[in-house]
């Protein structure tokens, strides 16, 4: 697998570019495709991807960027923007440790601070699914904390600049 | 953006003829979709053959209709979703919300 570390400039108030979404994959596909799992890791990211340049189009004033790079068996998408810091609800604790973000019929999405960095964490309600007005309707943090193996969110005040990465670990 | 393909007693057949299901058209789809749930009080089979891109957006408009079903005793029902588009859905557990087939077919002899 190539090493690799490309840089994408994402404009605010454009539309969604799908050109620069494939240009990103293809670069993917070339890079990892001796990968046993390449299908695997080419749906988790697209979808990550589409949830960071929905972000960059919906949230940020400004300009965005989003880095893709491929190095020591980690395939890591860090999105950078000197928009808004994240504000995140609290709907609980867990153990006090760990900080509810969502809490619904399918999961609880959830933090934890390490440093300067919020790591996000998902787990399944085993219950079963109560169809009602409760379905959520927001699903952007909870398909990159399920389709990456490590999600975290970083904010550096000096800079103004919010920092979301996310990582697939290629090393399977 | 969604056309009426077939209207039955109980249900209707929709197309979603879009290839990108994102932000951009999220709240156009939810007042159509709504709009169809209102006017003709019934359940819609809705086929995602066309989507080759979805979002988190485009997603939570889907759910808001299908609450605004459910608040009415309907349903909406998925059909002819790309491979990924359905992995999408059950790696979020949108599987266990929507009921999904293969195809107007398959949908309307399970309804």
Request: glycine content about 6%.
């Given at each position: 697998m190539g090493l690799v570390n490309v840089s994408y400039e994402i404009r605010t108030?454009?539309?969604?570019?799908f050109t620069m979404l494939e240009d990103m994959l293809t670069l993917i596909k070339n890079n990892v495709s001796?990968?046993?799992?390449i299908d695997d890791v080419i749906f988790k990211s697209k979808y990550i991807l589409t949830e960071m340049l929905t972000n960059a189009i919906k949230h940020d004033h400004g300009s965005s960027r989003i880095k893709i790079e491929i190095a020591n068996n980690i395939l890591r998408f860090v999105k950078t923007d000197t928009g808004k810091p994240l504000t995140l609800p609290k709907a609980g604790d867990i153990n006090g440790n760990a900080t509810i973000v969502t809490a619904d019929t399918m999961h609880i999405l959830y933090t934890n601070k390490q440093a300067e960095k919020i790591f996000f964490y998902c787990k399944e309600n085993v219950d079963a699914i109560v169809m009602n007005h409760?379905?959520?309707?927001?699903?952007g943090l909870l398909i990159i904390t399920k389709a990456a193996d490590e999600f975290f969110y970083a904010y550096n005040a000096e800079e103004q600049c919010n920092t979301f990465s996310a990582s697939i670990y290629l090393s399977d | 953006m969604i056309e009426l393909i077939k209207q039955e007693p109980g249900y209707l057949l929709a197309d979603l003829q879009i290839d990108e299901a994102n932000l951009a058209v999220a709240d156009q789809f939810k007042t159509e979709l709504i709009g169809l749930l209102d006017n003709y009080q019934r359940k819609i089979v809705l086929s995602?053959?066309?989507?080759n891109y979805i979002d988190s957006s485009f997603l939570g408009a889907l759910v808001a209709g299908l609450k605004h079903a459910i608040a009415q005793k309907h349903d909406i029902i998925l059909v002819g979703l790309k491979k990924d588009i359905r992995d999408l859905l059950t790696l979020i557990r949108l599987d266990k919300v929507f009921k999904i087939y293969d195809n107007y077919t398959e949908a309307t002899s399970a309804l």
């Open positions: 108030s454009e539309k969604m570019s001796g990968h046993k799992h409760r379905l959520p309707e927001h699903f | 995602l053959h066309q989507v």
